[in-house]
Each structure stands twice: as C-alpha cells, then as structure tokens.
C-alpha cells in the first residue's frame, strides 16, 4: 500500500506542475469566463482519467509473481510435483498473460524386450576390391562340374557393410534354439565378412548366379567354395530371408542360410538377399534323358517311395528322394505359395501379368498338366535321401481366395512339428524372435511394423492350410530325419 499511495502522490504532484505551467504559457487570466471554466473542466478530465489508470497498473503490478520466490507458477509446480513423478508430462493452464510456462518433460519408454536376442562385439571391416569389367550374361553349362565365366562384372566397390558392427544382433547367451551353431555362424559371414571378388558363375544343373568371395577363401574355383562364397539376389527376392527364418522355425530345416546385406553397387544400393553357397548342391534329375513331371510325381507319392525302408521298384518313378520330404517341401511352399517348384506354369491359381509362368509363356500350357515338369528339385550329393529348398521366393500380395490347392495334391501326411507350430498359436512370437536377428532386413521391410503385416499373411494361410487338413483327412505324423 505505502508503495501504491507514493506513487499516486508522484502523478498528482506532475499533474499540478503540469497544469500551471499550462495556465501560464496560454494567458489563462485573459479569457473570457466561458472559456476559462472549458478550461479547467479539461484539465480535471485529464487529472481523472490519469489517475484511475495508474491505479489499475499498480495493482496488477502488485500481483504480478515473482520468479524467484516462492510464488512463482515454476515454484509451484516444482513443489507440487513429487520428484519420482518427473515422467508425467504436464502444463500449468494460464490464467493471464504474463504466466510463465512450463513443460515438464516425459520419463523416456524402453523399447519392447525380445527374447532370445547378446549385443556382437564391434567388428571393423575393410574391403578390398578387384577391378572389374564386362557385362553380365547368361552363363552355359560347358559340361564341366562348374563353368566360371570369368566376366569381372563391373563393380568398383563391392561391400557397402562397413558400419563398424555386426547387423546380425544376439542380445542374450543363447540365440534362439532353433538356430544351429552352424546357422549362426553363417548367418555373420554372410552379413560381415570382407569381400574381395563378385563373380558371374554357372555350377553344373543350375542357371547363372552372382556368387561373392571372401577373404577366407583360398581359390578361385566354385566346387572348393565351401561355407566362404555367398549368392547375391535381386532386392525382389528379399522373401528367400524371411523363408529361412520361417523354415527354421517350422523345424524343418531344408533352406540354406540367407541374410539381407546392403552392397553399393549391387541392387541399386538396396539390401540383397544373399544366401551361403553349398558346391555339393545338385538336381535330384540331372541326366537330360530323365525327367521329374508332374504325372511321375504323383505316382511316387503314391508308392510312397523309401518310406520304411523298402527298395522302390522301377514302375514307381521313384527318385532318391524320401517320401517325407514331399510333405514336408508342401507345408513350407503352400505358407509362402512358392509355385515355381511343383507347379512353374501357375496351373493352380490365377496369376498376375508380371508372374514368371505369363511372361514366359508358361500359364498357356496347363492343358497338358501331367507333363509339366518339376523344378529346383535339389539335393546334396553325399545326402541323395533329403531335399533342399533352394530358390524360396515367396509372394504375400496372394489373397486366401487365390492361394495354390494344387501344391496339396497326392499329399496324404504331413509332418507332426510343423503342423504343431501352426497350432500352438506361438508362430508370431517366434518368427518376431527370429527375424529380429537380422537388422538389416528387420529395417528394410519397415521395423516390426511391417514384420507383423508379412506375418499375418502367413498366419491367415496357416489357419487355412490347418483347415484343409481336418477337411480333407490328412494325417500328422512324425517325420524325423
């Protein structure tokens, strides 16, 4: 109040002076009355006016909060706030202009924890680069075990990987237990090791591929490429490292290991699908006077050859393939509707224009289906009995109204532990599990995100597939190796 009042005092004496001098400099005796009480009724207007505005300033000046004591809006809040409570994220609503505002900032959310997943040591690479030149061709079997091209495709710098660290992450002891030792330790190659060479090559029985070579590699020649040389894929085929993870998973155990790994000048700067080459790989047929079709395929499932033991006769159109293998390669096609093994001209669904099977021509000729013939039909050489899944590029824009019957046909049994994944209702967090391992994969289909859409696409085909079985009879049976 003492402040208020010496301020009032201060304007009224200003006012005074103010007025007088006024009088004085306009000869205010001289006017006539009328005129000297105009006068004096403005200057009382003025004096008023001043007065009542200084007034309502004062008091609000009187209530305005001093920052720095205790009745400040930041002292209060501060006060208020208990300090184990600093994740909530709160504001003081204003009342006037002049309130100060402030924000408190919100407790920071951990991430999601993932099982089964021990961060890698930090792993510097240098890669070092031949020169190449030439143009990349359709290799010919020249009827050598392999026919290497020896085109030097031209590439001047080969590994786009050198982050420092490993995209392979592991953040516990143990990966998850359908993984191998073995798996593990070609899943880091593939997505680590220092390249030196990108070759063009053609093995015995299958079309050209786009091999790279390590450091650890000794030689040059494709059959001694063992566990050190690598197949580099179209961006396109980015499905062949989710159907790794799905084989394994599954515990089926019949795919090569794949990683997604990023090259510079390799797909454009996108990641590659890169799968770890196996020189003892080849056809099941590789004699050109043999043929696997559909109608000899058919008659093998039904003598069910090598089951129990029992030699095939030559009328079954046996291979040296197991009949479990059959049922096992059918499960892991039909999730992912992979068609060019068992049905390359797309006989059994309707394609799209940009499939293989209606740019090649193919879908035409689904008159004659027994005489279509099977396709990347392999095995290794030392193990004739067992198959492997090679070139597993899957497709997920198929809806359930399209999927491929025609993969189930002549299939009687199928085996126990896969069948018992699809049922447990634990095949999302297992292949979230998996598939989380290989960052740069998990980034390049969106985070999980887009790992859960791919998912849910094979789930709704696992509750289908799961359906047929009840419908159609089908037993489940173990199928060990």
């Known amino acids: 109040m003492d ?26 005796w001289k006017y006539s009355a009328f005129r000297k009480y105009l006068i004096i009724a403005v200057v009382c207007f003025v004096y008023l006016f001043f007065t009542v505005h200084v007034s309502r300033t004062s008091t609000r000046q009187d209530k305005r909060p001093d920052l720095w004591t205790g009745n400040s809006v930041y002292s209060q809040s501060k006060n208020d706030q208990d300090p184990a409570d600093g994740e909530v994220n709160e504001s003081v609503s204003p009342t006037r202009s002049n309130v100060v505002y402030i924000t408190l900032k919100s407790k920071r959310h951990k991430p999601a924890i993932i ?67 073995d798996d593990i330790t070609a899943m880091r190659f593939l997505a680590d090791c220092k390249i030196t060479q990108i070759d063009e090559v053609a093995p015995r029985g299958f079309s050209s591929l786009i091999l790279f070579k390590s450091a650890t590699n000794g030689t040059n020649d494709v059959d001694e490429c063992r566990k050190c040389c690598g197949i580099v894929k179209r961006p396109l085929d980015m499905s062949e490292v989710f159907a790794f993870h799905l084989d394994r998973v599954l515990g089926l155990n019949r795919t090569l290991p794949a990683v997604s790994r ?123 009995q067992h198959l492997v899944f090679f070139n597993n590029k899957g497709y997920f824009d198929r809806d359930e109204g399209n999927l491929n019957f025609r993969l189930l ?68 049976v173990p199928m060990n190796s």
């Open 3 to 28: 402040t208020h009042s010496s301020r009032l005092g201060n304007v009224w004496f200003s006012l005074i002076y103010l007025s007088v001098s006024f009088l004085k400099v306009c000869n205010f």
């Open 115 to 181: 099982r089964g997943t021990v961060r890698p040591k930090l792993r510097r690479k240098k890669v070092k680069v031949r020169q190449q030149s030439g143009t990349q061709g359709k290799a010919k079997d020249a009827g050598h075990n392999t026919s290497t091209l020896n085109k030097r495709l031209g590439y001047s710098e080969l590994d786009g990987s050198d982050t420092g660290y490993s995209t392979i992450r592991i953040y516990s002891e143990k990966a998850p237990p359908w993984f191998s030792s």
């Open 262 to 384: 990023r090259f510079h000048s390799l797909g454009d700067g996108q990641p590659c699908p890169v799968v770890l080459w196996d020189p003892s790989l080849s056809p099941v047929v590789d004699q050109p006077s043999e043929k696997l079709n559909w109608s000899s395929y058919q008659t093998s499932l039904k003598h069910k050859c090598w089951h129990r033991g029992v030699i095939p006769k030559p009328e079954w159109s046996c291979t040296s393939i197991h009949h479990h293998e059959w049922s096992k390669l059918v499960v892991f096609d039909f999730l992912l509707q992979i068609y060019e093994r068992l049905d390359k001209n797309c006989c059994g669904f309707k394609p799209r224009p940009e499939d293989t099977c209606v740019e090649l021509g193919h879908h035409e000729e689904c008159k004659d289906k027994d005489g279509i013939e099977l396709r990347h039909i392999v095995h290794r050489k030392h193990d004739p």
């Open 409 to 476: 046909e002549g299939i009687k049994e199928l085996p126990d532990q896969p069948v018992s994944v699809l049922r447990s209702q634990r095949l999302r967090e297992k292949l979230l599990q998996s598939l989380f391992l290989d960052q740069q994969y998990w980034d390049s289909q969106g985070g999980r995100q887009g790992i859960e859409k791919l998912i849910d696409v094979i789930e709704r085909r696992a509750k289908v597939l799961l359906t047929y079985i009840n419908a159609h009879g089908i037993k489940v």
